[in-house]
Each structure stands twice: as C-alpha cells, then as structure tokens.
T-cell receptor, first 117, second 111 residues
Framework: GAVVSQHPSRVICKSGTSVKIECRSL??????MFWYRQFPKQSLMLMAT?????????EQGVEKDKFLINHASLTLSTLTVTSAHPEDSSFYIC?????????????FGSGTQLSVL | DAKTTQPNSMESNEEEPVHLPCNHS???????IHWYRQLPSQGPEYVIH???SNVNNRMASLAIAEDRKSSTLILHRATLRDAAVYYC????????????FGAGTRLAVHP
C-alpha cells in the first residue's frame, strides 16, 4: 500500500532555532499534502494544506510566517518551524492521498515529536 | 464541516466484538463517513469508509444507519493491538478535501 514517510521522527532543539520536517510520498505522487499537530492527550489539529507548486493554505489561527510549508515536488512537502519556542513542542504529522488508490483514503506519516528546550 | 459525536472512551475484552458508535445528525448527502485509528505515538491509520451502504474490509465493518445520521464501527474480535483512539470523521468526496478530527473514542482492550 501507499506509504508516507516522515523525517525526523524525533527532534530536540534550542529555543530560537528553526527545525525542518520532511514528508515524502514513497510510491505515489501527491499534489496535496496535509500538516497536523497534536498536543498530548488531544486530537489532531489541521494546520495547513500543502499544494504542489503553489502556496499552502493555512487554517485559521496558524501563523504562516512561523510554520513555513514548501511543496516543491510531487513527492515532498516540508514544514519548517521557525524561531521555535517551547510552546511549539508538539507531535507534527503529515498526510497525503494516493490519487491512484481509493480517492477517499488518507495516508499518514509516523509523526515527528518536536521538543523545544 | 458536519460534526460527529463519539463516546470519550470504551472498554472491551480480548476476542470479543466491539461496537464503536458515532452520531452525525447533520450529515449531508455528499459526506463520506471515515474511520481512522491512532495507536500511541503513531500517525493515524485508515480503517474504513462508506457513503450509504454497509462496508466490510479485513480490519473492520462499518454499519451505516438508513438515515445516515449515525454509524457504527465493528471490530469483530478485539485484540490487544486494537487498543487505540478511533476517530469518526465526515468529509466531502474528492482528493483535495481535508479531514477534520474530533476527539475520538479511546478504546481499551483487556486481556
């Protein structure tokens, strides 16, 4: 089945630094990818929709200048958390649909646990 | 987006069937009913989805009420590996449509 690979699985960084998270569709091309974040004991919150070759669409309340999304190819989307602060510590998850499969199924990466010290 | 309502938590014993309910009284005619589950420290995984008819796959069955205002995810024989948070989500058809997650149901499976 389709696989979405996310890297790194875990990252620890100092406050003020930037962190890049990669999301790859391994065996299909994804024109659209989705980025979520999840705090402990809470549900997933959609942050933005990443569109290949164009600007991402951010959900209300998500700072686009802080969470930079780049979807430069059909198999790769990146989320950069700029000037990270401890409150940005969270579990970040990407997802994508395989247009060749059932169009309603979303494949998720295994997530990236970000800890900002 | 139409909203779903699920119990916060449920418990089951291993090898027994589990029926996870979901209410979606404001569902529209073009909304698909999706179920995903999330194991601890992992991304969600697809379980099943349907529109009007009941659906079966190797993981589970989805029973959809005739008026589509509710549905039930059925795990025929729960195993310890089925302990997870189960999310019932409504979404329009189409590859670009996002999924908005609710609180889900945390399922505990006892040996």
């Amino acid at each position: 089945g389709a696989v979405v690979s996310q890297h790194p699985s875990r990252v620890i960084c100092k406050s003020g630094t930037s962190v890049k998270i990669e999301c790859r569709s391994l065996d299909f091309q994804a024109t659209t990818m989705f980025w979520y974040r999840q705090f402990p004991k809470q549900s997933l919150m959609l942050m933005a929709t990443s569109n290949e070759g164009s600007k991402a669409t951010y959900e209300q309340g998500v700072e686009k200048d802080k969470f930079l999304i780049n979807h430069a190819s059909l198999t790769l989307s990146t989320l950069t958390v700029t000037s990270a602060h401890p409150e940005d510590s969270s579990f970040y998850i990407c997802s994508a649909r395989d247009p060749g499969a059932s169009n309603e199924k979303l494949f998720f990466g295994s997530g990236t646990q970000l800890s900002v010290l | 987006d139409a909203k779903t309502t699920q119990p916060n938590s449920m418990e089951s014993n291993e090898e027994e069937p589990v029926h996870l309910p979901c209410n979606h009284s404001t569902i529209s005619g073009t909304d698909y009913i999706h179920w995903y589950r999330q194991l601890p420290s992992q991304g969600p995984e697809y379980v099943i989805h349907g529109l009007t008819s009941n659906v079966n796959n190797r993981m589970a069955s989805l029973a959809i009420a005739e008026d589509r205002k509710s549905s039930t995810l059925i795990l025929h024989r729960a195993t310890l590996r089925d302990a997870a948070v189960y999310y019932c989500i409504l979404s329009k058809a189409g590859g670009y449509n996002k999924l908005i997650f609710g609180a889900g149901t945390r399922l505990a499976v006892h040996p």
